[in-house]
Each structure stands twice: as structure tokens, then as C-alpha cells.
């Protein structure tokens, strides 16, 4: 596989390599991509809280009555947009 990078990314990975923490950019690469993997894990994982908790409002206010004028497309694009 050949990929393509900025020049600023390509100074970055070749920073990294020169720290003596990596021995080759495909090592750094490696890294960064699996860093991202856990950063969309953890992201989605936060999202989902939110969504419970505000489910979970939501459920208890309607036992109790009360409805907030927040409809589930705005709970998700508040979601989206976190």
C-alpha cells in the first residue's frame, strides 16, 4: 500500500521515527491508526452515555408527568454534535 501525506504530516512521522520511539514511519503510521480506532471506540462510547441519560430523564419525567419539549431528533443531533 502507498499513501500520500502532507508535508507537515510526513516532518511529524519522520520526528517520531527520529525520537527513537519507532523504528520506521510504517511503525508510526501503525500507531496513529490504531490510536484513531480507540479515539471512534471511545467517541461512540460517550455518545451512547449521553443518549442513555437522556433517556433516562426522559423516563422519569414522563412517569412524573412532565415532558420536556425536546424531540429524539434533537437528542441525536445533540449527540452528533458532541
Not at 443518549?51 to 419539549?69: D, M, N, P, T, Y
Amino acid at each position: 500500500m502507498h499513501i500520500s501525506l502532507t508535508p507537515e504530516l510526513e516532518i511529524k512521522v519522520k520526528q517520531k521515527v527520529a525520537s527513537g520511539y519507532y523504528n520506521n514511519a510504517s511503525e508510526v503510521i501503525r500507531d496513529a491508526l490504531r490510536f484513531w480506532e480507540k479515539n471512534e471506540e471511545l467517541v461512540q462510547h460517550m455518545k451512547l452515555e449521553m443518549l442513555k441519560k437522556h433517556l433516562s430523564i426522559g423516563a422519569e419525567q414522563a412517569k412524573q408527568g412532565e415532558f420536556v419539549a425536546q424531540s429524539v431528533s434533537d437528542i441525536i443531533a445533540e449527540a452528533r454534535n458532541a
